[in-house]
């Protein structure tokens, strides 16, 4: 059995690290589903069923081991509004109060089936599209996305949301135990990096507080963790195509969340281990797992960067490591809750307080007055809007949207030419840099058609065609050689253009200079060229 493992998941010292690594994660996950269940507005056991499901689930079938997924804030802060708006449905169809949690999970059924068709059209590729300024942000706005959610247990009620400021004693003994574990995370490498730090901090102050009696709020404060297996949902509400109407636009943004951010943290994780995972296989895994937890009675979920940079620190590398936090939370729900419930939730946030600390992207800090000003103001906007809103996709496409406004507005102005006569009288125009929807301005302005000889050359050797815009200013360029009865031809056409100009069809003809096989040219004045053949 333990051969048939190492042979699988590694030596013995990986396999060590993966298990005590996921025993970390699992501890870590539980109050984190927990809370997002609550902030959902579903019962902490959805939460936990969740986590536990697409944890083991895409340990399997992900693109990037060590990845951790669970029940995230990212998306429990869309399905919060959803399942109000269900309960109120349900009312008004007569089905009952509750039936909130069933839209939801339908909800998650369908996000999963779009997650898989992403797969299918392999749009996972696409990650590798998002700028370095765009990462920087989403890691920066995360970390304090994960400070903040740390804030309630420094009340007296975690999960109620007017719940009262620790004070006195109690803000002391929650603040020196937190400080205990964080010391004990940042140090206890320096000694030894056999036993994951963050596991030795959590079992040192745990062992604290039960040992001394210590009063301090442990897991158990927030809810009870016990349950049993979870089982196939039996749906009461009708699943008809006015449900499909209903659950569709909140299941492609819940999709469009989930695929955004595990994508991102495959990339970050990717940087963090300097090996490469498969967006594609991400899609699907995250995908399936979505579709089981939405039939089993989960919350659904998706990458967790904070549990993942946890395991990756611990030392936890494959799949292995995934598989054991899943397995562990299962095993604290159905039998250690009791156990479980007794952890002091000042070492959880500890451990968290470490994670936002090895989250953060210090050194985009230190960069921004030395980096284009577009790229240092993408940093700050995707920050601020996943701080402020909490939708990541929101965030990052934005970022993107921004970054390639600035890139298009800058490669615009890179647009210049230089010209010449040839001894036969042909005047010759060297375009430089592309051609696209941001430089046709520039390229129409360069041009003289009243004052040019009757043959002009536009050498397009050291630039290239981009998109509709560029084949448009190239036909009107002809059109107002043509209004004057001179000739214009584009030398030197790369395949793409090329390409291009072809599928123009009869906006544009391409020949072949038969004293010069070695480059194409475009012949825009067509009219002209058949009345020329007409003539011979």
């Not at 949690?101 to 590798?128: E, N, S």
């Not at 995360?142 to 999960?159: D, G, H, R, S, Y």
């Not at 020196?176 to 004990?184: F, S, V, Y």
């Amino acid at each position: 059995m333990f051969k048939l493992i190492y042979r699988k998941f590694g030596n013995r010292l990986q396999v060590k690290d993966d298990v005590l690594s996921g025993l970390t994660v699992a501890l870590a996950l539980v109050p984190e589903a927990v809370a997002f269940a609550i902030i959902a507005g579903v019962t902490p056991i959805i939460g936990l069923y969740a986590a536990f499901m697409v944890c083991l689930i895409t340990a399997f079938l992900g693109g990037r081991p060590g990845m951790i997924s669970g029940a995230t804030g990212a998306l429990a802060v869309i399905m919060v509004s959803f399942v109000i708006l269900g309960n109120e449905r349900g009312e008004a169809l007569g089905l009952g109060p509750d039936m909130g949690v069933q839209y939801l999970f339908a909800a998650i059924i369908l996000m999963g089936v779009i997650q898989i068709g992403c797969g299918c059209l392999k749009l996972g590729r696409f990650v590798r599209l998002i700028p370095q300024p765009v990462m920087f942000g989403f890691v920066n706005g995360l970390a304090i996305v994960i400070f903040e959610a740390q804030f309630p247990m420094f009340t007296e009620a975690p999960t109620e949301p007017d719940s009262s400021w620790l004070q006195g004693n109690d803000l002391y003994l929650m603040g020196g135990l937190i400080a205990l574990t964080m010391a004990i995370i940042f140090l206890l490498p320096k000694l030894t990096t056999q036993f994951p730090s963050s596991l030795a901090a959590i079992g040192t102050v745990s062992l604290i507080v039960i040992g001394l009696d210590l009063d301090t709020l442990v897991v158990g404060d927030m809810a009870s963790i016990g349950g049993e297996l979870p089982s196939l949902v039996t749906f009461s509400i009708p699943l008809d195509w006015e449900t499909l109407v209903f659950i569709t636009p909140v299941a492609f943004i819940l999709a469009a969340v989930g695929l955004i951010e595990s994508l991102m943290t495959l990339t970050l994780i990717d940087e963090l281990t300097e090996t490469r995972g498969n967006s594609t296989r991400e899609c699907f895994g995250q995908g399936i797992a979505n579709v089981v937890t939405g039939f089993f009675g989960g919350m659904g979920g998706c990458a967790m960067i904070g549990q993942s940079i946890i395991n990756i620190r611990s030392g936890g590398r494959g799949r292995l490591s995934g598989i054991a936090a899943g397995l562990f939370l299962l095993a604290f729900i159905l039998f250690a809750s009791s156990l479980i419930e007794r952890i002091p939730l000042a070492a959880l946030t500890g451990v968290m307080f470490m994670v936002v600390i090895g989250t953060f992207e210090w050194s985009s800090i230190r960069i921004l007055r030395k980096i284009p000003k577009t790229d240092a103001f993408v940093i700050i906007l995707v920050s601020a809007i996943t701080v402020i809103t909490h939708n990541l996709a929101l965030a990052v496409i934005s970022g993107v949207i921004v970054s390639a406004l600035g890139f298009a507005w800058e490669s615009a102005k890179q647009i210049h030419r230089d010209s010449g006569v040839r001894e036969d009288g042909t005047k010759v125009y060297f375009l430089h840099a592309p051609l696209f929807f941001g430089s046709v301005t520039d390229f129409n302005l360069g041009f003289t058609p009243a004052d040019d000889p009757d043959s002009v050359v536009v050498d397009m050797k050291e630039s290239r065609v981009w998109d509709h815009s560029g084949l448009e200013a190239i036909h009107k360029l002809g059109a107002r050689y043509h209004s004057v009865g001179k000739t214009v031809k584009l030398q030197h056409i790369s395949q793409n253009c090329k390409n291009l100009l072809a599928k123009a069809g009869s906006m544009v003809d391409v020949i072949v200079l038969p004293d010069d096989p070695s480059y194409q040219v475009a012949n825009l004045n067509k009219a002209e060229e058949d009345s020329e053949d007409s003539e011979k």
